[in-house]
Structures are given as structure tokens and as C-alpha cells.
């Protein structure tokens, strides 16, 4: 529970839940209903700002689409530039790539060429940390491009599918935690 302007947001219960989406078996985390709720957006982009400002970031990068829900206004708080990563054949100039495997198959990211100088800190975010497959991938492009990630930042992370692991020596902050 964090403190917002005197109300009490608890991120968890701004979270709806929705079991068998989008195929049986899954407990789908919908952020929609805390995104509706503008104190609890405000929280939740306020509360990873606090928890990154000492990480010197001059850059945040995040994939489409809910990267960017959570990436750009995050970026805007901390006061530094927003890197929008999206499919292949998505961005209108020069792109580096990279693959990356899904559950059902494999996919490509993209990033403008020029979007990160060598050197700079980027911070990447999401909305959520599961297998850690596509935030690996955008590690990678970071790291193409001579980028130094500072870190990974998410209102989510499904701890049973230890997607941390795929991000080894990465500081990650995550708000809420579900086993699955």
C-alpha cells in the first residue's frame, strides 16, 4: 500500500484478474483498471520513479504497446527522453533488430538506429515481467546500440515463471508481485 496525495493505493487491488485468458490455464493480470484510475496510475508511476531516480537514467526504453503506457510517462517524470521499441517493419527510419521466442513462436523487435547514443544509461520498462523473453530481447537492442541498461522497471512480475533469470546482473523493480 503506498501513500498518494493522503489516499492509500493498493496496486493489487487495482488489478483485475481474469482466469482462462486468453486460453485456459492462464491468470491474465488486466492493468486497465488501474490505468482508468488516475491517483492510481499517478501512484504507480510515481512510486517506480522513486525507485529508480538514483539510478542516473538518460534514457527509458520500452516495447509496445503497454511498455509505452508504462515507459512514457515514467520517462516524463524522471525528465529524461522515451526510446519506443515496436514489431519488425513498424518504424519509419533506420532499425536495428533482434528475434526473440515466444511461447507459440518467434518474433522481432525494432528500435530506431540513432535512438541510443553509445554510453547512455536506459532504463527499460513494462508492464510486466513473465518469462523475461521480450525484455531480453530489448536488453539485446539496448546493447546493440552501445547502451548500458540501468535497470528494469514493471508494475508486475510473475515470480513462478523467473523470467528474472533471463536478465542476469540487471537491477529489476517491479510494484507487485503474483506467484502466477
Do not use: W
Not at 491517483?39 to 517506480?48: F, H, K, T
Not at 530481447?137 to 512480475?157: Q, S, T
Amino acid at each position: 500500500t503506498i501513500k498518494n496525495g493522503g489516499k492509500d493505493v493498493n496496486f493489487k487491488d487495482c488489478i483485475r484478474v481474469i482466469e482462462g485468458f486468453p486460453q485456459p490455464g492462464i491468470s491474465f493480470k488486466d492493468i486497465t483498471t488501474l490505468l482508468k484510475q488516475g491517483d492510481a496510475y499517478r501512484a504507480a508511476i510515481d512510486e517506480l520513479r522513486e525507485k529508480v531516480k538514483d539510478l542516473n537514467i538518460d534514457l527509458v526504453a520500452g516495447p509496445e504497446a503497454r511498455g509505452f503506457v508504462i515507459g512514457g510517462p515514467l520517462a516524463y517524470a524522471l525528465g529524461v527522453g522515451f526510446v519506443p521499441i515496436r514489431k519488425s517493419g513498424k518504424l519509419p527510419a533506420e532499425a536495428v533488430e533482434v528475434g526473440y521466442s515466444l511461447e507459440y513462436g518467434q518474433d522481432r523487435l525494432a528500435m530506431h538506429a540513432d535512438a541510443i547514443r553509445p554510453g547512455q544509461r536506459v532504463l527499460v520498462a513494462d508492464d510486466l515481467l513473465a518469462t523475461g523473453g521480450t525484455i531480453s530481447a530489448c536488453v539485446e537492442l539496448v546493447r546493440k546500440l552501445g547502451g548500458e541498461v540501468a535497470g528494469a522497471a514493471f508494475l508486475i512480475e510473475l515470480t513462478a515463471l523467473k523470467g528474472r533469470d533471463k536478465l542476469p546482473g540487471i537491477d529489476i523493480f517491479t510494484l507487485v508481485e503474483y506467484e502466477i
